[in-house]
């Protein structure tokens, strides 16, 4: 018999939730904002125990970790990667300064992955979060300059001095 699709996930996805569990304050907490207690959470979590988190389970977890963990464990399972619908404004140089930052990274890898004149999934897998992650300092930054355009009046950068 073939081994469903998604077992190859299952250790992302606990990964995930072990890092969402963390991230609003260990197990007990976790168990106070969820429909299922400590221990289902904690099986949800061990690489040792089959349990799987449920997804409304899981979107309650990210929701009150305010970050997608599991979310983006399991749309990259599926070949996605999740992103936000609304991106505001942000710090138009502190964006500019971590896509620097990200593009740079996003060629090294690319230029890594190039060697051998093939992408293979892992490689796709590896280089789509790190582009995407680049896509959302654009549109985070290209917010913040159409936020200019739509005033018709300059907008001072966080930590600099207007001239």
Do not use: W
Not at 37 to 66: K, M, W
Not at 90 to 118: C, K, N, P
Not at 131 to 151: D, G, I, N, T
């Amino acid at each position: 018999m073939k081994q469903p699709f998604s077992a190859a996930c299952i250790a992302a996805i606990k990964t995930a939730t072990k890092q969402a569990i963390a991230h609003v304050g260990g197990i007990d907490a976790a168990a106070c904002i969820g429909r299922v207690g400590r221990t289902q959470f904690s099986d949800y979590s061990n690489r040792a125990r089959d349990a799987v988190i449920p997804l409304d389970v899981a979107l309650d977890l990210d929701h009150c970790a305010e970050h997608p963990f599991l979310l983006h464990a399991m749309a990259q399972a599926l070949g996605y990667a999740a992103i936000p619908l609304h991106v505001g404004p942000g710090d138009f140089g502190q964006d500019m300064s971590e896509y620097a930052i990200a593009s740079g990274d996003i060629m090294a890898t690319a230029m890594r992955i190039l060697d051998d004149g093939v992408v293979d999934r892992q490689e796709a897998q590896e280089i789509a979060p790190k582009m995407m992650h680049a896509k959302q300092l654009l549109e985070r930054a290209l917010s913040f300059v159409h936020k200019v355009q739509e005033q018709s009046r300059p907008s001072v950068v966080a930590g600099k001095e207007a001239g």
